[in-house]
């Protein structure tokens, strides 16, 4: 496997089910994102890690937990949703510190659907 | 604070049109400057991208010049084809901790044969 993969590619849930994302970069970056894509709306940042240690979390629902195990993989567990959360949701990874340009690479999403 | 401004879609071409999409941008430190891809069903690519005034990226036919007396970073390309459509999305990145990197709404580009 290259670059940034995600699992699942969809997803469809009730709005009392746990379920969890995945990402994993083979990048060997040391930094990883969890961004929300609606639509007809702008890319939303919703999480950042930097050396497994979360440095941004943008008043995201607690509905919402992430966890970065490693610096390879990032997870976004999902409880108790809400039908608004249907979007896709990408994950991507950088290397360097935050306080340097880096670019950004990104994994095809999850498409997630609540009913 | 810092924020991307691209032109509203959908813009719809004909084959081998000429494509500019706009970008401004408002930051305010020194940013770095992309632009990234999104084909249908997929995450985004990185198309291009600038790290200094007047550099200009270029890739797969697209260009984009780095105006700092603007603050725009405008995506051009000379003759677009079919597998061109896609959303495209303007970025900045500015070195901050935190929120470092922004994305401007995307623009929907649609090229009919």
């Known amino acids: 496997e290259t670059g940034v993969t995600q699992t699942p590619r969809h997803l469809v849930m009730g709005m009392t089910n746990k379920k969890s994302l995945k990402c994993e970069q083979h990048l060997g970056h040391n930094a990883m994102y969890w961004y929300k894509q609606s639509a007809k709306k702008p890319l939303e940042l919703m999480f950042v890690y930097s050396l497994e240690e979360r440095v941004e979390n943008n008043s995201v629902p607690s509905r919402f937990s992430p966890e970065c195990p490693n610096s390879s993989h990032l997870f976004l567990h999902l409880h108790t949703l809400q039908p608004e959360d249907s979007a896709l949701y990408l994950c991507?990874?950088?290397?360097?510190?935050?306080?340097?340009?880096?670019?950004?690479?990104f994994g095809p999403g999850t498409r997630l659907t609540v009913l | 604070g810092d924020s991307v401004t691209q032109m509203e879609g959908p813009v719809t071409l004909s084959e081998e049109a000429f494509l500019t999409i706009n970008c401004t941008y408002t930051a305010t430190g020194y940013p770095s400057l992309f632009w990234y891809v999104q084909y249908p069903g997929e995450g985004l690519q990185l198309l291009l991208k600038?790290?200094?005034?007047?550099d200009k990226g270029s890739n797969k036919g697209f260009e984009a010049t780095y105006r700092k007396e603007t603050t725009s970073f405008h995506l051009e390309k000379g003759s677009v084809q079919v597998s061109d459509s896609a959303v495209y999305f303007c970025a900045l990145s500015v070195p901050l901790w935190g929120q470092n990197f922004v994305f401007g709404p995307g623009t929907r580009l649609s090229v009919l044969p």
């Open positions: 991507a990874s950088s290397q360097g510190d935050l306080t340097s340009y880096n670019e950004q690479f």
């Open positions: 600038a790290t200094k005034a007047d």
